[in-house]
């Protein structure tokens, strides 16, 4: 599985929830979301043309998040897509 521009163009690193989260680590809450999906199996191919997020994008494997991070963050699902439905494909 692969997340394919994950943070949604920087959408879902304003969730407030993900705030006292990022605080508690350290960091960004585009950082968290980043290591929410590595820490769920899932490759993760973050999307930016500017050096400073490309470091922060990588910046992730110092740092584990908590089981109830993880669930808290996997509450927040709500089914949005930003592109086609794999399901929906026809090859």
């Known amino acids: 599985v692969e997340s394919w521009g ?4 920087g959408k879902f ?8 989260i990022a605080t508690r680590h350290g960091k ?10 590595i820490q769920r199996g899932i490759r ?5 043309v500017h ?3 490309i470091e922060e994008n990588i910046d992730i494997f110092d740092f584990t998040l908590t089981e109830q991070d993880m669930l808290t963050i996997s509450a927040l699902n709500s ?3 930003t592109g086609p439905n794999p399901d929906e494909l026809l090859f």
């Open 28 to 37: 960004t809450r585009a950082q968290v979301i980043l290591r929410w999906i």
């Open 51 to 53: 050096k400073e997020r």
């Open 6 to 9: 994950p943070l949604v163009r």
């Open 79 to 81: 089914d949005t897509r």
């Open 13 to 20: 690193s304003t969730l407030d929830a993900l705030a006292p």
């Open 44 to 48: 993760a191919l973050p999307k930016s």
